[in-house]
């Protein structure tokens, strides 16, 4: 099982940024798929959750901005970032639930800047 998430880069405070999570090596086990940012010096945060049904539930202080979806076919979960503030710099990270264990991406960089 791999996961490769992708569709980081710089964005302007006030921007939107869509990122992807593939999961390959995956059939029908694929179940939670969870979404986390570590800024630089900072624990690891989870962001939110989709199950596989594409119920969602979120942090309390990104559930107005972020939003969770997924694709099954395409093994793929998205996090819409919007309205992104130079406070959501951070290295953003999938981790996917396969019913035998959980596995982790490589993350993808969002910078937030002027």
């Known amino acids: 099982v791999q996961l490769v998430e992708s569709g980081g880069g710089l964005v302007q405070p006030g921007g939107s940024l869509r990122l992807s999570c593939e999961a390959t090596?995956?059939?029908?086990?694929?179940?939670?798929m969870e979404w986390f940012r570590q800024a630089p010096g900072k624990d690891r945060d989870w962001l939110g959750q989709?199950?596989?049904?594409?119920?969602?539930i979120y942090r309390n202080s990104v559930k107005d901005r972020f939003f969770i979806s997924r694709n099954n076919a395409k093994n793929t979960a998205y996090l819409d970032l919007n309205n992104l503030s130079p406070s959501d710099t951070a290295v953003y990270y999938c981790?996917?639930?396969?019913?035998?264990?959980?596995?982790w991406g490589q993350g993808t960089q969002v910078t937030v800047s002027s």
């Open positions: 989709i199950n596989r049904d594409g119920s969602a």
């Open positions: 090596g995956v059939s029908d086990n694929l179940r939670d």
């Open positions: 981790r996917a639930d396969v019913g035998s264990g959980s596995y």
